[in-house]
């Protein structure tokens, strides 16, 4: 690329140039000019003429030689500086795809370290980008779920339980209860997460990719009432990406099949989704969830586990069971209204038949 330095020696040739030029035509004109001055006139009569027919030609000479410098020179720099531009794009994108790909391995490498070893990552990582792309809709999200927003949670979602690295292998893989000091030290793989990837935020300078890996690795197990965990903050104190991925989370455990569980229908996870929605789960989510439902099933047959395992970790079956057994209340309280209600038609019934 033409440096400044030489650029601006270029320049001041070429103006050097011209006013030289400049100076013989004003030489040439000024001896015209007398000439006519001697045969035709007083000199008066003839200065500003002369003065203008000079300005006339400096300006046409430098600006001849100015638009020359500049199609010779200016304009091959200008296709230099796009052609940088465009290899400065190029690796970008490259960096990208190569961080992308690093962040996925060390996801993978942490999810090597629980029973579930099928597409997890890869599924959660679809529900989370459909999910947020169905909550766009909402007027409320439109401004905060942007295309950026949906490329991040794509990438990031898939770091969510990073943490579990930091949980011992005695307590992961644990058969039987959790006594109530074991659930708490489960439940720090929340946080050893986001502290993991706070660390990273700390070296490499502010990331709005790493904060919300942040976020959802320390929030997706918190409830909308306030009954989660690490921290128990309940409804919008809850990061919105975190809600959609406490979404796509359960789905994928309710829809997986384990030794001590068949895996639920697509039908049974939607309904215990629906029933914890305002309890565990932001309703909106909820209702944009459901207008995708499809699109779920979709991709937990098309990422449908290969490998069944034969055990399940503690913590994920009281988990499971946690959601299951919230459902079932739910549905149960439903089913105890529609019974006293009915009960209550056929009293009155009855009290009017005996009328």
């Not at 020696?9 to 400049?22: D, N, S």
């Not at 660390?199 to 990719?209: A, H, P, V, Y």
């Amino acid at each position: 690329m033409l440096s400044v330095k030489r650029l601006v020696i270029t320049l001041t040739a070429a103006q050097a140039l011209g006013l030289m030029f400049g100076v013989v035509v004003l030489h040439n004109l000024e001896n015209a000019a007398l000439d006519s001055l001697l045969r035709y006139g007083t000199e008066q009569s003839l200065s500003p003429l002369l003065k203008i027919s000079t300005l006339i030609w400096m300006v046409g000479v430098f600006f001849g030689i100015n638009w020359l410098v500049v199609n010779r020179i200016l304009i091959p720099v200008d296709d230099q500086l796009q052609q940088k531009n465009e290899e400065t794009l190029l690796a970008m994108n490259e960096l990208v795809r190569t961080r992308d790909a690093i962040i996925f391995g060390l996801a993978k490498l942490a999810e090597s370290r629980d029973p579930d070893t099928g597409q997890h990552l890869e599924r959660i990582s679809l529900y989370s980008v459909r999910l947020a792309t169905a909550l766009r809709k909402n007027p409320k999200f439109q401004s905060t779920v942007n295309g950026e927003f949906i490329r991040m949670i794509g990438i990031s979602s898939v770091l969510h339980d990073i943490g579990k690295v930091g949980v011992p292998d005695s307590l992961l893989f644990k058969q039987g209860p959790l006594t109530t000091e074991e659930r708490v030290q489960i439940q720090i793989h929340a946080k050893i997460g986001s502290e993991c990837i706070h660390q990273i935020e700390r070296r490499l300078g502010n990331s709005d990719f790493l904060a919300m890996a942040r976020d959802i690795a320390l929030n997706h197990h918190e409830w909308w009432n306030g009954r989660g965990y690490p921290n128990r903050i309940q409804k919008t104190d809850i990061p919105l990406a975190a809600r959609i991925v406490a979404v796509a989370d359960v789905y994928d455990a309710l829809a997986s099949r384990r030794i001590y569980k068949r895996a639920y229908s697509h039908e049974e996870c939607v309904r215990m989704i629906c029933n914890n929605s305002g309890k565990q789960f932001d309703p909106e989510v909820v209702q944009a969830f459901l207008t995708i439902t499809t699109q779920f099933q979709d991709i937990a047959d098309r990422f449908a586990d290969r490998s069944r395992p034969d055990q399940l970790s503690s913590a994920e079956a009281e988990f499971l069971s946690q959601v299951v057994e919230s459902a079932t209340q739910a549905s149960q309280s439903i089913t105890d209204d529609e019974n006293l209600k009915t009960n209550g038609e056929q009293t009155t019934s009855t009290i009017r038949a005996s009328k």
